[in-house]
């Protein structure tokens, strides 16, 4: 029985969201994150909510740290079903003011450390013939101004996820890419960025979300039955997502001035 998930991120957020959809249905969940209060109170809310699991610190970056997590997951469960790769940090400045340490965090976490978690847990899918779970963002299919290095991270997530879909499919390993938009989150308290009101302002997005963690891990779940690969939780996503593929120029030409906007807006705050 196919019962068996662990879940990067799983300290707060969408990652804990995640854990309690499943748990509702008695998952075993192995939870992963650098916040271990978070961790401990996941697993709290996952044994009330009829699951159960172990907690371990993880840093997504540390190739050794994410083998060691799929060894618990061998030596605890005897295996593992679904991998959720949904650790993830935020960012954002323009192009001319990120510096390249901007540009190495952002992609060791938000890419890399998603291709050291299908890598690592790779040997153990092949077994069950489970599934991969990539967690990107609208931005890696709309490339928002002002957010270049989480754009490219996340655009790499799902190049990546397209690349193992056709890869794995052989092996009878199931991949599905989610790309939320902005949603209710703790996301911003990772927020690197060069300039206040650049957070301000994605503060402001996640705020103005109608749309709950929890909805999304309810959309994922009810998509992952369906066999969906791509996972746009938003309708606006979806709209936007469909129009990029009709008329890429008009897309473009709307975030353009969106960038001028936010130029204009940056200058008078600061």
Same mark, same amino acid.
């Given at each position: 029985?196919?019962?068996?998930? %662990?879940?990067?991120?799983?300290?707060?957020?969408?990652?804990?969201?995640?854990?309690?959809?499943?748990?509702?249905?008695?998952?075993?969940?192995?939870?992963?994150?650098?916040?271990?209060? =978070?961790?401990?109170?996941?697993?709290?809310?996952?044994?009330?909510?009829?699951?159960?699991?172990?907690?371990?610190?993880?840093d997504v970056r540390?190739?050794?740290?994410?083998?060691?997590?799929?060894? +618990?997951?061998?030596?605890?469960?005897?295996?593992?079903?679904?991998?959720?790769?949904?650790?993830?940090?935020?960012?954002?400045?323009?192009?001319?003011?990120?510096?390249?340490?901007?540009?190495?965090?952002?992609?060791?976490?938000?890419? %890399?450390?998603?291709?050291?978690?299908?890598?690592?847990?790779?040997?153990?899918?092949?077994?069950?013939?489970?599934?991969?779970?990539?967690?990107?963002?609208?931005?890696?299919?709309?490339?928002?101004? =002002?957010?270049?290095?989480?754009?490219?991270?996340? +655009?790499?997530?799902?190049?990546?996820?397209?690349?193992?879909?056709?890869?794995?499919?052989?092996?009878?390993?199931?991949?599905?890419?989610?790309?939320?938009?902005?949603?209710?989150?703790?996301?911003?308290?990772?927020?690197? =960025?060069?300039?206040?009101?650049?957070?301000?302002?994605?503060?402001?997005?996640?705020?103005?979300?109608?749309?709950?963690?929890?909805?999304?891990?309810?959309?994922?779940?009810?998509?992952?039955?369906?066999?969906?690969?791509m996972i746009l939780?938003?309708?606006?996503?979806?709209?936007?997502?469909?129009?990029?593929?009709?008329?890429?120029?008009?897309?473009?030409?709307?975030? +353009?001035?969106?960038?001028?906007?936010?130029?204009?807006?940056?200058?008078?705050?600061?």
């Open positions: 029985m196919q019962n068996r998930m %662990m879940i990067t991120g799983a300290g707060s957020g969408l990652g804990r969201e995640i854990a309690l959809r499943w748990a509702q249905e008695g998952w075993r969940l192995a939870l992963a994150d650098v916040n271990e209060a =978070g961790l401990a109170e996941t697993l709290k809310l996952v044994r009330e909510a009829g699951g159960d699991g172990f907690i371990r610190r993880c540390d190739y050794s740290q994410l083998t060691a997590l799929a060894q +618990a997951c061998e030596e605890q469960f005897g295996g593992i079903d679904i991998i959720v790769n949904n650790a993830g940090v935020a960012s954002g400045g323009f192009f001319s003011e990120l510096s390249l340490e901007d540009w190495d965090w952002q992609i060791s976490i938000n890419l %890399m450390g998603v291709v050291k978690g299908c890598k690592a847990f790779l040997p153990l899918l092949e077994k069950s013939k489970g599934k991969i779970v990539n967690i990107a963002s609208m931005a890696a299919l709309m490339q928002g101004p =002002g957010m270049s290095n989480y754009n490219v991270a996340k +655009a790499g997530v799902v190049a990546l996820s397209e690349s193992l879909l056709v890869e794995l499919r052989q092996l009878e390993i199931g991949v599905h890419v989610v790309c939320p938009s902005f949603f209710q989150t703790n996301l911003l308290d990772s927020f690197r =960025g060069p300039t206040p009101a650049m957070k301000a302002q994605v503060g402001k997005l996640l705020e103005s979300s109608p749309i709950s963690a929890a909805d999304i891990a309810n959309y994922i779940h009810d998509e992952m039955a369906k066999g969906s690969f939780p938003h309708e606006m996503g979806r709209m936007a997502w469909a129009l990029k593929q009709k008329n890429p120029q008009a897309l473009y030409d709307e975030m +353009a001035s969106m960038a001028e906007k936010m130029r204009g807006k940056v200058k008078s705050v600061s």
